[in-house]
């Protein structure tokens, strides 16, 4: 009698082959999940940087932009900043050009909301006219000011740090009046 060896001479299988677990679609996404995200807050900082660090100008309907940034002073009183308010001209002397000065003033019967501050600091201010001066900090990004109407007025306000000023406007009902300098590469403000 011969003997068989296991495996050899058994039957084949005539069934089809087990099929294949559904591979899970977990990672395509949180791929996707992540690139959004990644998306959503570069659209934040582009929209950001249009926003407040651009220029004023028209609105689109003939009339001027009511706040925003401008370099410009227009004739006229309601313009001119607080006599009291020392002006920091660059070189002037040591101790301006290590402070960052925030400014407000005008009319605003209605009250208004300040603050201004850096990009790691942000200060409530009262009263107009205000002046506010801040140490400078080396690993800071932006000084800015934005004042708030509550109701009717006409305000202004401006930052200035190290010589260079930005100064902005608002009027009537609930606008805001901004303005904000920032650092660029070689250490200068813009």
């Not at 294949?20 to 679609?25: C, H, L, Y």
């Not at 009183?77 to 101790?95: F, L, T, W, Y």
């Not at 010589?163 to 200068?188: E, F, V, W």
Request: glycine share 16%.
């Amino acid at each position: 009698m011969s003997r068989q060896q296991p495996g050899w001479g058994a039957p084949t299988s005539t069934y089809p082959p087990a099929p294949q677990p559904r591979k899970s679609s977990t990672g395509k996404f949180l791929g996707i999940g992540c690139f959004g995200i990644v998306a959503l807050v570069i659209l934040i900082v582009l929209a950001s940087a249009v926003m407040g660090g651009g220029e004023s100008g028209n609105s689109g309907s003939g009339k001027p932009a009511v706040s925003g940034n401008t370099d410009d002073k227009t004739k006229g009183e309601a313009q001119e900043e607080p006599k009291d308010a020392a002006k920091a001209k660059p070189g002037a002397d040591k101790g301006a050009a290590e402070k960052a000065v925030f400014k407000v003033w005008g009319t605003a019967p209605a009250g208004l909301d300040i603050n201004y501050g850096s990009d790691s600091d942000s200060i409530q201010g009262e009263g107009l006219p205000m002046t506010k001066a801040m140490k400078l900090k080396d690993d800071a990004l932006w000084y800015h000011v934005n004042a708030q109407l509550q109701g009717g007025g006409d305000i202004h306000c401006s930052v200035t740090v190290d010589g260079k000023t930005k100064r902005g406007h608002a009027s009537g009902g609930y606008n805001i009046c901004d303005a904000q300098l920032s650092g660029d590469m070689p250490g200068g403000w813009n």
